[in-house]
């Protein structure tokens, strides 16, 4: 083997660099609507308080709430709580369990972020 078959090499181009943090900021419009799926399925306890924390975060909100056939009363106070406050509500036909219902959700989307 020669000298400059032993020193040769395959010169790559450089991967591509992620983006920094301020390059990806620049990506994030101004005021933007942030989506949040939430797939339930009998959460009569607690999904009021829920959907209550989600929607007094200081941003603005697209909540989505996907029913997955709940069984113990969660329909109704779904259904109680759209007529006081305003979030989307999707109803399963079906229970498909918790990745159906997100898939759900994530098709309703409109926002800038979820």
Same mark, same amino acid.
Request: aromatic letters at 2%.
């Given at each position: ?5 032993? *020193?040769?090499?395959?010169? =790559? ?7 920094s ?5 620049? $990506? ?26 989600? $929607? ?14 709940? *069984? ?5 106070? =779904?259904?109680? =709580?759209? *007529?006081?406050?305003?979030?989307? $509500? ?6 498909g ?15 800038? =972020?979820?």
């Open positions: 083997m020669t000298q400059d078959q032993s *020193t040769a090499s395959v010169r =790559l181009a450089p991967p591509s660099a992620p983006p943090l301020a390059g990806r900021a620049r $990506l994030v419009p101004p005021n933007p609507l942030l989506s949040v799926v939430m797939p339930v399925f009998n959460e009569r306890d607690t999904i009021e308080e829920i959907i209550h924390r989600v $929607l007094a975060v200081n941003i603005r909100i697209e909540l989505i709430v996907v029913d997955d056939c709940s *069984t113990d009363g969660t329909s109704q106070i =779904l259904d109680r =709580l759209k *007529t006081e406050i305003d979030f989307t $509500l999707l109803k399963q036909p079906r229970n369990g918790k990745g159906s219902a997100l898939r759900r959700g994530f098709a309703a989307v409109t926002g800038d =972020l979820v």
